[in-house]
C-alpha cells in the first residue's frame, strides 16, 4: 500500500480506502464489516470513510460497533464523517436538513460521535455547499468543531473551486484551520471538475482529494454491458437515478474496449478503473467500496497496476473514452 499526505497536511492516508455508502446496513451488516474492514487494515488501508445521511445513520452505527470489536489502536486508522442532509428528513426540524448553518453542524457531529464510538472523528465534511448560509459560518463551525476536539481535520465535497477557495481565504484571514481537502466524484467518464476546476487549487491551496465513485456506480467493471444485472446497485430501487448512466450504450462499448487493455496489465476492469484514479498524483485515496471481501481484495489488488499505467497506455485510454467524459 502507498501512504500519501492528505493535501498539505500532516496526515498519512492510504492511496485506496474503504467507504460504506449503499453497502452498510443496506447489505453489510456488522459482522460482514467486520470481515471487510479486517482485510482491508491487513492490507495497508488506514482510511475508512462515512456520512451522517448514510442509510439514515445507520451506516456510522454499523462502523463503530465493528471499529469496537476490531479494537485497533486509534493512532492506527482514520475515520470520515460528511453533513448536509440531516437525518430528519419529515421538514419539521428546518434546521436539521440540507444545511450547513452552525446550529446544525454542531449537533451533527455530537450525534456522529454517538454512533461511532468515539472521541473525535479524523476528518469532516461539508457533503454538498448551502448557498443560503454564509460560508463564513459554516468555515467558523468547523473550525470550533476542531478546536473543541470534536475532529482533527475538515474539508468540502462536491463543492465549486469558487467556494472552496473562499472558504480557505476566510480561514486564513481569521487564524481558523483551513480545509484541507475535497471529496468529489471522479473515474474515467468524470473528470472536468477533478482535472480542469481544480487546477489552480492544488499548488495555491494545497487542496488534497478523496476521491469517490471509481467504478462509476459499477459501469466500469462491465457488468451492465448486457442490462441491469440482478442484485446489482442498479437493480437497488434507491439507486433508480443510476440506471440510464449505467446502460448508456457508447459507454459501455468504451468498457468493452477497455478490457483487453487491462487484459494486458494483468488485471480486471475495475483494477484498470481504479488504478487510473490512483495514478493522478492530485489524488490522495481513492474511496472503494465493496460488499463482499472477495470484491474488496480484488478492488485492492488494483494498486499493482498503477506502476504499469505508463504514458502510453494512458494515452489509449484516453483515446477509448475521449468524448465521452464530463
Known amino acids: 500500500m502507498q501512504y500519501r499526505r492528505l493535501g498539505r497536511s500532516g496526515l498519512r492516508v492510504s492511496a485506496l480506502s474503504l467507504g460504506s455508502w449503499v453497502t452498510y446496513h443496506n447489505q453489510v451488516d456488522v459482522d460482514a464489516a467486520v470481515e471487510m474492514m479486517a482485510a482491508a487494515y491487513d492490507a495497508g488501508v488506514n482510511f475508512f470513510d462515512n456520512a451522517e445521511a448514510y442509510a439514515g445513520g445507520q451506516s456510522e452505527l454499523v462502523m463503530g460497533q465493528a471499529l469496537r470489536r476490531l479494537g485497533w489502536p486509534r493512532l492506527n486508522y482514520v475515520v470520515t464523517s460528511k453533513y448536509f442532509w440531516g437525518l430528519d428528513r419529515s421538514g419539521e426540524a428546518v434546521n436539521r436538513k440540507d444545511t450547513l448553518n452552525r446550529k446544525y453542524l454542531m449537533q451533527a457531529v455530537d450525534g456522529s460521535l454517538q454512533r461511532f464510538g468515539l472521541d473525535f472523528i479524523d476528518v ?8 443560503n448560509t454564509p460560508i463564513e459560518e459554516t468555515a467558523r463551525a468547523m473550525n470550533d468543531l476542531i478546536v473543541q476536539g470534536k475532529a482533527l481535520y475538515w474539508g468540502t465535497s462536491e463543492w465549486s473551486a469558487a467556494d472552496i477557495r473562499a472558504a480557505w481565504e476566510l480561514a486564513d484571514r481569521h487564524g481558523w484551520h483551513k480545509p484541507v481537502v475535497e471529496q468529489p466524484q471522479y473515474h474515467l467518464f468524470h473528470r472536468r471538475r477533478v482535472e480542469q ?31 441491469v444485472p440482478a442484485g446489482s446497485r442498479g437493480a437497488m430501487e434507491n439507486m433508480a437515478f443510476l440506471r440510464d448512466g449505467l446502460t448508456d450504450a457508447a459507454k459501455n ?5 477497455l478490457e483487453p487493455i487491462a487484459a494486458e496489465l494483468g488485471g480486471t476492469l475495475a483494477q484498470l478503473a481504479i488504478a487510473w484514479v490512483a495514478h493522478n498524483p492530485r489524488v490522495s485515496s481513492v474511496i472503494t467500496g465493496a460488499s463482499r471481501v472477495e470484491q474488496l481484495k480484488a478492488n485492492l489488488g488494483a494498486m499493482a497496476l498503477v506502476e504499469r499505467l505508463t504514458p502510453e497506455v494512458l494515452s489509449r485510454i484516453n483515446g477509448v473514452t475521449q468524448g465521452l467524459a464530463d
Do not use: F, M, N, Q
Open 124 to 131: 469532516i465534511y461539508c457533503h454538498r455547499p448551502d448557498p
Open 197 to 227: 476546476e481544480y487546477a489552480r487549487l492544488y499548488e495555491d491551496l494545497g487542496l488534497g482529494l478523496t476521491t469517490w465513485s471509481p467504478l462509476a456506480s459499477g459501469l466500469l467493471t462491465g457488468k451492465y454491458r448486457g442490462g
Open 253 to 257: 462499448e468504451a468498457v468493452a474496449k
